[in-house]
């Protein structure tokens, strides 16, 4: 099994700036994809960004220009750097992670969610 564990959602004032982390641990043999969603109470999961292995990212226009998504290979975590952040972004911030646990198996977990809060 994979699991992730996301930290660094606060409450932040409107134009401020917050980093996620969201670190894979388990029986991890390579990670293939990784990403950021987002949730609001009543709303549907939405995709904020993603990174493959192979570098693509892919931003939702909402973000785009703001957010940054990368990722630390020797660590198995991934960050969402989140700047200029507007009352909108407030959410539970999702991470989601794909990849293979050997030539047989592959896997793809969800973690627990941190919620952002951007409020004066």
């Known amino acids: 099994q994979v699991q992730l564990a996301e930290s660094g959602g606060d409450l932040v004032q409107p134009g401020g700036s917050l980093r996620l982390s969201c670190v894979a641990s388990?029986?991890?043999?390579?990670?293939?994809?990784m990403a950021w969603y987002r949730q609001v109470l009543g709303k549907q999961r939405e995709l904020v960004a993603r990174?493959?292995?192979?570098?693509?990212?892919r931003y939702s226009g909402s973000v785009k220009g703001r957010f940054t998504i990368s990722m630390d290979n020797a660590k198995n975590t991934v960050y969402l750097q989140m700047n200029s952040l507007k009352p909108g972004d407030t959410a539970v911030y999702y991470c989601?992670?794909?990849?293979?646990?050997?030539?047989?198996?592959?896997?793809?977990?969800w973690g627990q969610g941190t919620q952002v809060t951007v409020s004066s």
């Open positions: 990174l493959t292995s192979g570098g693509s990212t």
């Open positions: 989601n992670v794909a990849g293979r646990i050997s030539i047989f198996e592959s896997f793809q977990s």
């Open positions: 388990g029986n991890i043999s390579s990670i293939s994809d």
